[in-house]
Nanobody
Framework: QVQLVESGGGLVRAGGSLRLSCAAT????????MGWYRQAPGKQRELVAR???????YYADSVTGRFTISRDNAKSTLYLQMNSLKPEDTAVYYC?????????WGQGTQVTVSS
């Protein structure tokens, strides 16, 4: 089992920045990739950014150039640096980890961007 705990969400004005963190504990070896997803009210959960164990990254078009995903393996922590935030970035952000044994989710952290 892998436990994921997100932190760093909050209320910010448009144009501001936030950094989300996701601390992983448990059977974290052999995690193939980790990512951040988000879900806005009334919408489906969507992939925001993902990083593989080799360091390859992927970003959704809507956040490319504004968000940066990174991981600190020594701290078993995943980050999402979010700059130039927009009201449409408002959502609950979830941390995700993929292993061959399964997929794991955090409880989510709320990000609210005011105009």
């Amino acid at each position: 089992q892998v436990q994921l705990v997100e932190s760093g969400g909050g209320l910010v004005r448009a144009g501001g920045s936030l950094r989300l963190s996701c601390a992983a504990t448990g059977s974290i070896f052999n995690i193939n990739r980790m990512g951040w997803y988000r879900q806005a009210p009334g919408k489906q959960r969507e992939l925001v950014a993902r990083i593989t164990s080799g360091g390859s990254t992927y970003y959704a078009d809507s956040v490319t150039g504004r968000f940066t995903i990174s991981r600190d393996n020594a701290k078993s922590t995943l980050y999402l640096q979010m700059n130039s935030l927009k009201p449409e970035d408002t959502a609950v952000y979830y941390c995700n980890a993929d292993r061959s044994a399964g997929t794991y989710w955090g409880q989510g952290t709320q990000v609210t961007v005011s105009s």
